[in-house]
């Protein structure tokens, strides 16, 4: 019993005082202490659909005698929705150093919900609540939002590893500092729904974000939109159109865009010249013509701009050398399949002469993944031919 006491004590007397608050969290000796033989779990009724009266009557509680008061009122409030971000948002106005403190972490709470309209309901009144910046309520609420970003960021990282997102965490040398790289991809290992893809909206600081999955489609890219400064997205074979294409118009920041295999045409070059920032933009394999790619260079001036039917052969020659000797073949791509070596010459590609690497790359350029094409190659003092049906890049590493 003293120990109870004094427990009870403790805790009335810290409580306020803790930059962190723990509501939701009910010690379960003191709870069973303070109201022995009272129901703890929450009535699915109220949960769905909380009656009006009885919001008032828990939002009354926040300044409650009673320890386990204050905590059942504000586990049942963050239960209740957004049907309490009015009451509490009100409550704030009484400067009351309890309800100020419990009232901003119920609406931080509120803004760390997977659902979008309560999330951004509950971050609109935070935000209102900090505006005047005169009063108790206002600097905690700032303080909540200035926390908000951070939380949500790590609870989105965390829920997409969960989920089967790579999520590659590494650093790079850039002077005398480590700069850390921070990159996403939502690809073949993705176990979740495109419901869960709502975490991507609470992302801060990523690097680079690759969209290779059917479920990424127009209403995932809105969530990209508002990613800041995101600076590369790779969009590879996912359910897009120029609508969502549309929304990548936000990224002010965006210097490096690559769509692949993904049903776009002409009609998408209209917004794609409004992405001023962009750096480089690769269209592989997507239905944008020759007269798109010019509309393109003259609207993005400063940008690379390279478009092509997406066909990958998967070789690798040296551009500073004379004529095209392969030096690279990658394992199972189109090359090594039909038999290229190090240190063949590529001499025709569809009987066309084949003078350097970039020539290359441009009559490749031409063919979409699936096309057989003949290629004349020279090996030692062998003439030879070989037939092969192009692939699809997979990487553009």
């Known amino acids: 019993m003293k120990l109870t006491v004094r427990l ?12 962190e608050p723990w509501p939701g969290f009910v010690p379960a000796g003191l ?14 009724a109220t949960v769905s659909s909380p009656d009006p009266d009885r919001i008032l009557k828990w ?60 999330s951004k309901a509950a971050r609109d009144a935070l935000q209102a609540v900090a505006t005047p910046r005169v009063t108790s309520a206002a600097r905690r609420a700032a ?18 590893k969960q989920l089967g997102a790579v999520v590659d965490e590494s650093h790079s040398p850039m002077g005398f500092q480590m ?20 975490r991507l909206a609470w992302l801060r600081s990523v690097d680079q974000l690759i969209l290779s999955h059917p479920q990424c489609d ?18 590879r074979r996912a359910n897009v159109s120029n609508d969502g294409i549309a929304h990548l118009r936000h990224l002010d920041n965006l210097r490096t865009l690559n769509v692949l295999y993904c049903p776009i045409g002409d009609e ?13 933009l690769r269209l592989f394999g997507t239905r944008v013509s020759a007269e798109g790619r010019e509309r393109l260079v003259e609207a993005l001036p400063h940008a690379e701009i390279d478009v092509r039917g997406g066909a990958f052969v998967g070789i690798g020659c040296d551009p500073t050398q ?30 066309q002469a084949v003078r350097d690497f970039e020539e290359l790359t441009a009559a490749i350029a031409k063919n979409r993944p699936g096309d057989s094409v003949t290629l004349q190659i020279v090996r030692g003092d062998q003439t030879l031919e070989k037939q092969m049906e192009l692939g699809a890049w997979e990487s553009l590493d």
Do not use: M
């Open 143 to 160: 303080e909540a939002l200035s926390r908000l970003d951070l939380i949500r960021h790590e609870r989105a990282l965390l829920d997409l």
């Open 179 to 198: 700069i850390e790289q921070l990159s996403i991809e939502i690809g073949d290992q993705w176990r979740g729904k495109s419901t869960d893809l709502v």
């Open 59 to 118: 939002v009354q509680d926040l300044d409650s005698d009673r320890f386990v008061d204050r905590e059942l009122a504000t586990t049942r409030l963050i239960e209740a929705g957004t049907a309490a971000i009015g009451p509490v948002t009100q409550a704030l106005d009484s400067n009351n150093l309890e309800v100020t403190t419990r009232g901003v972490h119920i609406l931080q709470e509120l803004a760390l919900e997977s659902d979008l309209a309560i």
């Open 322 to 351: 004379p004529g095209c000797i392969i030096n690279t073949v990658r394992p199972g791509t189109a090359a090594e399949r039909a038999g290229l070596q190090v240190g063949d010459l590529i001499a025709k590609y569809e009987g």
């Open 218 to 235: 127009d209403e995932t890219l809105a969530l990209v939109a508002q990613i800041p400064d995101l600076p590369a997205l790779t969009i």
């Open 268 to 280: 998408t070059v209209a917004n794609l010249r409004e992405i001023a920032s962009l750096g480089r």
């Open 8 to 19: 009870t004590f403790l805790l009335l007397i810290t409580y306020p005082l803790l930059a």
């Open 31 to 44: 709870a069973a202490g303070i109201a022995a033989g009272q129901d703890q779990s929450p009535s699915p």
